[in-house]
T-cell receptor
Framework: GEDVEQSLFLSVREGDSSVINCTYT??????LYWYKQEPGAGLQLLTY?????DMKQDQRLTVLLNKKDKHLSLRIADTQTGDSAIYFC????????????FGGGTRLMVKP | DTGVSQNPRHKITKRGQNVTFRCDPI?????LYWYRQTLGQGPEFLTY????????KSRLLSDRFSAERPKGSFSTLEIQRTEQGDSAMYLC??????????FGSGTRLTVV
């Protein structure tokens, strides 16, 4: 079955690093995604990682994938107040038209 | 092309009424997806189309929900005999196969 889990809340100070964690269950997922959602808005694709990679870096974002443990993390370096939002990880089901299964989201609060 | 467009942005309806939402995908994308997001949760997959063919609809929440994509371009999602539990954000996304989605800003439905 598909189940993606995330912690509910993370609070950091501006300038610190944030690490948001996610566990997933579908080992056949070829891609795993991180989306950002600001209040009242749709979902913005932040980054993704292919399942045969361990790490991907994109400016302030670093994604780590531990496929053995089915654990995904998103690190945001030098976190800014504009990074305050809800972050969702998602796994893709390649057998169902690339349907995405989302976690419940982690609310990141950045304090000045 | 400015991305995925959803209309209306907000809809308030009385219980028992029918509602229809529209999604205009990115024109080159042949896949179109509908998701529902309730407060405090991640998006939940409803259905998807490849061109005009609806390839997965078993996750539509009940037989009151239906979707169409008559010419393989825009899509509509209809909810008949709305209930208060249908209140949610309805998100549309489009993509090429094996590429990441682009989400629209969503239609927020409130059933009173």
């Amino acid at each position: 079955g598909e189940d993606v889990e995330q912690s509910l809340f993370l609070s950091v100070r501006e300038g610190d690093s944030s690490v948001i964690n996610c566990t997933y269950t579908d080992s056949s997922s070829t891609y795993l995604y991180w989306y950002k959602q600001e209040p009242g808005a749709g979902l913005q694709l932040l980054t993704y990682i292919f399942s045969n990679m361990d790490m991907k870096q994109d400016q302030r974002l670093t994604v780590l994938l531990n496929k053995k443990d089915k654990h995904l993390s998103l690190r945001i370096a030098d976190t800014q107040t504009g990074d305050s939002a809800i972050y969702f990880c998602a796994e893709v089901n390649n057998n169902a038209g690339n349907m995405l299964t989302f976690g419940g989201g982690t609310r990141l609060m950045v304090k000045p | 092309d400015t991305g995925v467009s959803q209309n209306p942005r907000h809809k308030i309806t009385k219980r028992g009424q029918n509602v229809t939402f529209r999604c205009d995908p990115i024109s080159e994308h042949n896949r179109l997806y509908w998701y529902r997001q309730t407060l405090g949760q991640g998006p939940e997959f409803l259905t998807y189309f490849q061109n005009e063919a609806q390839l997965e609809k078993s996750r539509l929440l009940s037989d009151r929900f239906s979707a169409e994509r008559p010419k393989g371009s825009f899509s509509t999602l209809e909810i008949q005999r709305t209930e208060q539990g249908d209140s949610a954000m309805y998100l549309c996304a489009s993509s090429f196969p094996n590429y990441g989605y682009t989400f629209g800003s969503g239609t927020r439905l409130t059933v009173v």
